[in-house]
């Protein structure tokens, strides 16, 4: 039986009133619900708290990524990847940082200016670079023209053969110079008896017509723009380019980790007949995309997921992008590769749920452990106002005796002023969960005998003539002196 609060204000009577006519102080709750709310308000806490930390964790971060020189194809890839990236609202947003050439790309990262570089694997690498992925591999094209007119002369069919004579370096960077001794070195061809010229990009073909040079030199990807420019202002008036073979490549990439063996296919550059009529054997490197050491595993490895879901939507705008490659995660790599795509390539992307899955149970454990050691300390600091509860319904049962045998309406009165008190402190107790539903049933049970009682006992004291009213207690108090 579950006590009715309004019940037991009702039985509390001072002086023959109903109390229940009184105002009625609010209802207290029980402790149990207490308890629950208390609950719902810790696991709101709790789930608030994840909901932040996964916000926290998954916003997104934007990546500062240098890359150089200007209107190079590097450029428009990567401004292709930051307008992809923020169309599909990916995690990893790129913020371009221009810079003059590959080599500064480098010193922007070296010097933790920016978090992301694209670099060129033959050139000195920062010792902070882990890579990311491979945006392409870069073949070296040589070729010779036969002079025309007064500078016609004998026809270069060899690398060995370009002592005291000149070369055509395309591109201004310094990096296409060290390539060019790199293989004149290989064989045997001391650099500075070859006369080394170099121009921009752009001006390779009038460069070619006007007969600047003996023997030209291009690097970039196979299907390079400016080098099948290059080769096709060499084939005008009916000039016949000749391929310059590396055959020493395989030497030269062992010599020289950062290059690699390769070979440029037949007819690659078209023409007819084809230009290469064969395939050629020469060297190739890379350019990489690097990231910052120490730069989130968990960034990286989205960053690095995100190029290879969108490649296939640049392909299109740029057919170099179908090149791009997952980093080489081997130990004795030139460029060790960074953690996060270490983990994509591997298969070993970690969700959030896999990262902070241990912290998020070990946190409910010590939260569970927390609300229990709490709920204990709470009822061992409520220990004394419980025991006092206890006696004062032992009282309450006192009462219940001393009104079966009064012979007064005083004195039953008295006995219910004290009833009152009893009951406003069992529902002070009540209120602040000291005692349960459950003794405050007994409770209950107990003053309804009290008012029972009470009530029986007033019956019989009306009942009485006025003149037998009183003299028991006269008689008791005589007694008692």
Known sequence: MKPSLKRLSGRSMTGGLDLAQTPTPPSPRSAARKT??????????????LAGGYYFAMRPVTLKIAVGPANSDDIKVVQALTQAFAHNK??????????DSATASADALAEGKVD????RGDLDVPKNAQAVATLRKNVVVLWSMPGK????????????????????VVGRTPANVNLLKVILQQYGVDPAKVEIVQFPANEAAEAIRAQKA???????????????????????????PTFLAIDSADAIAQNHPVYEASEIPAGTYGGSPARPEDEVKTISFSHHIVARKGLSDTTVAAFTRQLFAVRQQLVAAFPQVAKVETPDTDKDAVIPVHPGAAAFVDGEEKTFLDKYSDYIWWSLMALSAMGSIGAWFAGYLKKDERNNNSHLRERLFDMIAAARKSDTNEELDQMQTEADEILRDTLRCFDHGAIEEGALTAFNIVLDQFHAAVADRKAVLSSLPPNLQRPGAQFRAAGNA
């Open 36 to 49: 629950a709310l208390v609950s719902l308000a810790l696991v709101l806490a709790i789930v608030g708290a």
């Open 90 to 99: 990916s995690y990893v947003r790129l913020r371009p940082v221009q810079t």
């Open 116 to 119: 992301l570089a694209i670099v």
């Open 149 to 168: 007119g007064k500078k016609r002369g004998a026809k270069i069919t060899k690398i060995s053969q370009l002592a005291g004579h000149r070369v055509g």
């Open 214 to 240: 003996d023997v030209y030199l291009a690097a970039g990807p196979v299907n390079s723009k400016i080098t099948a420019d290059a080769i096709a202002a060499s084939s005008k008036d009916g000039g016949t």
